[in-house]
């Protein structure tokens, strides 16, 4: 059960980002960020439209989105060796990175040399495996470092900062990116668009070493006692707090991946909308992503991120479902705003979470340990999505009137709520808060979000607020009341 202060005995840091932006090595780390969103705005982000110009089956593209992450998280059992072994954790960090920045050059150049062909695609898959596996071996001893150099009371407002930022520039990324696809497309050089793209993800990868060159980097020593093996950490998995907590996000990563694969071929395929306005999509999500970060954070650092989780794995859920109602243009960037909301908070409170719930020796291992559990889920979510994808037709007719257009896409992202509706009532509350956080109630949280909306929301978070503080004057604030999530 954890122990809960009162909101007044939790301090609003005015000065949080002066504090961050003071420190050397956490303004580096969001600058960092900001450099490696340039790679993954021109670069990730256009791997499946690239994978279906070089004719990619629904298999491959599955294949694409799951196995170089599954190939990524074993690399980090051997980045975990790799920080324990060295007191350096800064030098494992930029050569790894080098390396990975390095694998975009022959990306870019890809379709130039083996064509549009299954070959090619077999090819990038391969390449993909290699960009993954040379930054995951870096991953244990990044998040090793970055959690002993970010203090714990603005942690949450220090990443939500940084993912803003990172935000920000995807954003225009893609924007130019997608205009840029468009415009050699209607010329009839979409390779040579796709080359300039990915020669773009090199540049910024490698800007972003600069600024990862420019952090502390503090002696790094692990005790004897805080060395287990991953045997061990299943092992202990029914009494650890944070092994009930990897396997709810790796049940949610399963459900996701179910459909993840293919909301790009949804869209490019059989809605048929261009690269600009499959990149507007991806912009809004990131809009959305920006304007509500450095909030999610805040929220993260006052009521915990268990409470953060809870609220955004809700709207996790049911977000595929709006594809059933709406595949207009209008509608679709409708979806993809709510994503961006649900997506931020979601994301920002599993990072949060991780760093809380680990002690800092056993923080690299840990890290590894997750991220292995969660890539075997995402690698099995996507084979049985492309399995699904196959066989659904022969099952269920389409016409239906909710099947619009008709797609076996829309049932799999249908399939794919159901299974994260069971993920969340069966394990969100398996595993419990970590820190000492005031209590406030889902409906509260979510009115406290909203209220940021401007007009709207501000007159809903007073009326609330009001009643909040008639409850204190009873006595009866849940701030006070000691909660068992």
Request: glycine share 6%; charged share 15%.
């Amino acid at each position: 059960m954890t122990e809960i202060r009162s909101q007044e005995e939790i301090p609003d840091k005015k000065h949080d980002i002066d504090r961050i932006l003071d420190d050397q090595s956490l303004k580096a780390s969001v600058e960092e960020c900001a450099y490696a969103s340039l790679m993954v705005g021109s670069g990730e982000n256009f791997l499946a439209p690239y994978a279906i110009f070089l004719k990619a089956t629904n298999f491959q593209l599955g294949l694409l989105s799951s196995l170089p992450l599954l190939l990524g998280a074993i690399s980090q059992l051997i980045g975990v060796w790799l920080s324990e072994l060295s007191p350096s954790r800064l030098k494992i960090i930029l050569r790894c990175v080098l390396v990975q920045s390095l694998v975009w050059l022959p990306i870019s150049v890809l379709y130039f040399f083996a064509g549009q062909s299954p070959q090619a695609v077999w090819l990038l898959i391969l390449l993909y495996g290699a960009y993954f596996i040379s930054g995951n071996l870096a991953a244990p001893a990044w998040s090793s470092l970055i959690g002993d150099l970010s203090p714990a009371d603005i942690r949450g407002r220090f990443f939500g900062l940084r993912n803003e930022k990172s935000s920000i520039v995807m954003l225009l990324t893609l924007i130019g990116a997608g205009a840029l696809l468009e415009v050699f497309t209607w010329l009839g050089y979409r390779g040579f668009g796709f080359l300039l793209l990915f020669f773009c993800a090199f540049a910024g990868r490698m800007v972003s070493l600069h600024y990862l060159s420019l952090h502390r980097d503090p002696h790094y020593i692990v005790e004897a006692h805080a060395k287990f093996s991953y045997y061990k950490f299943l092992k202990r998995s029914f009494k650890s707090n944070f092994a009930r907590f990897v396997y709810f996000v790796s049940a949610i990563s399963f459900s996701v991946m179910i459909a993840g694969p293919f909301f790009a071929p949804y869209m490019l395929n059989v809605l048929g909308f261009s690269y600009f306005t499959y990149s507007l999509m991806t912009v809004t999500t990131l809009a959305t992503m920006f304007l509500t970060a450095r909030y999610w954070g805040k929220l993260a650092d006052k009521y915990g991120n268990k409470s953060i989780l809870r609220l955004c794995a809700i709207g996790v859920t049911i977000n595929p479902l709006l594809y059933l109602v709406w595949s207009s243009v209008v509608g679709c960037l409708f979806i993809s705003a709510f994503a961006g909301i649900v997506w931020a908070g979601y994301n920002l409170a599993v990072s949060n979470f991780l760093f809380d719930a680990v002690t800092p020796p056993k923080r690299s291992r840990c890290v590894a340990y997750q991220a292995i559990t969660n890539a075997v889920f995402l690698f099995a979510g996507s084979l049985f999505g492309a399995w699904l994808l196959n066989v659904l037709p022969s099952w269920f007719p389409f016409h239906h009137g909710i099947w619009t257009p008709d797609s076996a896409y829309l049932q799999i992202f249908f399939i794919s709520v159901i299974f994260r509706a069971v993920a969340c009532y069966f394990l969100l509350s398996t595993f419990r808060e970590v820190r000492e956080v005031a209590s406030i109630r889902q409906t509260e949280l979510f009115i406290k979000f909203i209220s940021v909306l401007p007009y709207v929301g501000s007159s809903i978070d007073y009326f609330f607020g009001r009643r909040s503080r008639e409850r204190k004057a009873l006595g009866k604030s849940s701030s006070g009341t000691p909660t068992t999530s």
